[in-house]
């Protein structure tokens, strides 16, 4: 070999050095993110195979030579360990433990000092020579197995790990990420390979390495930063894969690219189909082509009817590349529950219908039959009969109530709480009760009127029933700088008496449908009232102050 070969070589060989540290210093704001630290100690193991590797070749004393060869060995092996870490932590998407990096550096170290110590040189190097300039090793025992048995082997592991990843990935981007960490990983091996069978006299491994690290960053890159070793985006593509609701991605021009194992067990897809051959195959996904008229779909599983919503959302890839992602949420539960709504507010309707015209005429009839026989009947069963008669229409009454009092309030208007409150006042007021309003009139809120005048007149009439006259109830604000989740301000109102208050084991079941502790009261009128609450999508709550305290929050105030 010419004289000035032997340092050209090896400053050639050095050349990788910088190329793989750039490559970890490309990274080293992640280090601490899953297998991107393992892929920065890969790229530092490859600036010390460059200058090990070269600086050796540079000298021709193979005392020299032979000082770098043993880093060189550590290195190669401490490679293998970094690679094979790296797939692992890759593949799993869990993090590796530090004690596992620890327990697999113990085979390098008793390498290194092996190869210190003269009497036990010979277990790594069984013969040494330089020819023409150039170190030649011949491998010991202990140095096949540590090049050998456990560096290449850990490799070999590596490539497993990932072609089983490949193998299984659903995800189209994953199996190409994959793809190409392993054609990226094989450089390096097959130059060192070829080198240690001596197919070669000049160890470019380091350049291997360098182009594995070019590769590995082209293979995980977003947006030029490497989130692909972020735990975050580990969990996500786990979930995109876990997640019962179907999935499916678009190219710009609607070809499926990928799509996730719930969008494959319900819809007839693959991966690569166009526009048209997926509506071909499942026509049900018409709709989500058509964005200005959005649907529910409606398809099959497994021979049951399954409704699905969907949301479309225009995605980004970088470079001017865009898509379309497509995320459907199984809705057939709230289908059949608005269903059975539907049902019950039909059948609700019926019965309203029967019991204002087919009760409430036959009663109409008896009540004037009885005037007639007022003559003929002695005046104690006369009012027997008339009190029962005026019950059973209170109770036809609040029944026509508790039939509407659920149905949601869809949109309220704006009405003048004080007003609303005073005129159910009137409805139910005696001789005997005082009202105090403490209520400003220009308190406006937005609510379904009739339906707030029968809250304000069944909680007046609970009072009054409930308590021994004389009775004073309060009607009053709170709250007024409260806000709703929309945004908008909300006002709390409360209904106050004096009397004797709810004792405490009743505060629970007060708002039961038919729960009352008077003999002539129906067990409806608080229920009333907490359906209409609801229905407004307000809340109750009783206390006892003075007396009983009603208060109803979240009211939305309304600006006229």
């Not at 000092?113 to 010991?140: A, D, E, H, K, R």
């Not at 082997?153 to 590596?158: E, I, K, Q, R, S």
């Not at 491994?205 to 082209?218: D, E, K, N, P």
């Not at 529950?337 to 019950?344: A, K």
């Amino acid at each position: 070999m010419p004289l000035f070969a032997k340092p050209l070589i090896g400053l050639v060989m050095i050349g990788a050095a910088p190329i793989t540290g750039l490559l970890a210093l490309r990274v080293r704001s992640d280090v601490d993110k899953p297998a991107i630290k393992w892929f920065s100690l890969m790229m530092l193991a490859g600036v010390g195979w460059a200058l090990t590797s070269g600086i050796g070749t540079i000298f021709w004393n193979a005392t020299v030579s032979m000082v770098f060869d043993r880093f060189l060995l550590f290195t190669a092996t401490f490679t293998g360990i970094s690679w094979f870490l790296f797939a692992t932590e890759f593949a799993n998407k869990q993090t590796v433990s530090d004690h596992t990096f620890h327990v697999l550096l113990i085979v390098p170290v008793i390498t290194q000092c092996f190869v210190w110590i003269p009497q036990s040189q010979w277990l790594v190097y069984s013969q040494v020579t330089m020819t023409n300039g150039l170190l030649t090793t011949t491998l010991g025992p202990w140095g096949m197995f540590d090049l050998w048995v456990f560096g290449y082997g850990l490799t070999f592991a590596a490539f497993a790990v990932l072609v089983g990843e490949l193998l299984t990935a659903d995800n189209r981007a994953r199996k190409i990420q994959v793809g190409l960490l392993i054609g990226g990983m094989s450089i390096p091996v097959v130059i060192s390979v070829a080198y240690t069978l001596d197919l070669t006299s000049v160890n470019f491994t380091a350049y291997g390495i360098a182009a594995t690290g070019v590769i590995f960053l082209v293979a995980i890159r977003e947006e030029s930063n490497p989130h692909l070793f972020s735990v975050n985006h580990f969990a996500w593509d786990q979930a995109i894969n876990d997640i019962d609701d179907p999935i499916l991605n678009f190219d710009s021009e609607y070809t499926l690219t990928d799509v996730n194992p719930s969008a494959r067990r319900v819809f007839d897809i693959e991966v690569g189909m166009d526009a048209e051959h997926l509506r071909e195959l499942n026509p049900e996904l018409a709709p989500i082509f058509d964005e200005e008229r959005p649907q529910d779909i409606v398809t099959h599983v497994d021979g049951a009817k399954r409704y699905y919503s969907y949301q479309s959302s225009r995605v980004e890839y970088g470079r001017g590349a865009t898509g379309q992602t497509v995320v459907f949420r199984d809705i057939t539960a709230q289908k059949h529950q608005e269903n059975r709504l539907q049902r019950q507010n039909e059948r609700l309707d019926e019965f309203a219908s029967v019991v204002s015209h087919d009760l409430r005429n036959p009663l109409t009839v008896v009540t004037g039959r009885l005037e007639l026989l007022r003559e003929d009947i002695s005046t104690d069963e006369f009012e027997t009969i008339q009190r029962n008669l005026q019950r059973m229409e209170t109770i036809i009454d609040d029944v026509l109530k508790l039939a509407r009092a659920g149905e949601t309030v869809e949109t309220g208007e704006s009405v003048r709480l004080a007003g609303v409150a005073t005129e159910a006042w009137q409805h139910v007021h005696t001789d005997q009760s005082t009202f105090e309003m403490r209520v400003s009139e220009d308190v406006l809120v937005e609510a379904d009127r009739n339906r707030l005048l029968t809250v304000f007149e069944n909680l007046f009439r609970n009072a009054l029933d409930h308590n021994e006259p004389p009775v004073t109830v309060h009607v009053g604000t709170f709250g007024a700088d409260e806000t709703l989740t929309d945004g908008e301000g909300s006002i709390g109102v409360y209904i106050e008496d004096d009397g004797d208050g709810i004792p405490a084991e009743e505060c629970g079941r007060i708002f039961e449908h038919g729960y009352t502790t008077n003999d002539d009261g129906t067990g409806f009128g608080l229920s009333i009232v907490h359906d209409i609450v609801e229905a407004h999508n307000w809340d109750i709550h009783v206390t006892n102050s003075s007396g009983a305290r009603f208060e109803i929050t979240g009211i939305p105030e309304s600006n006229g």
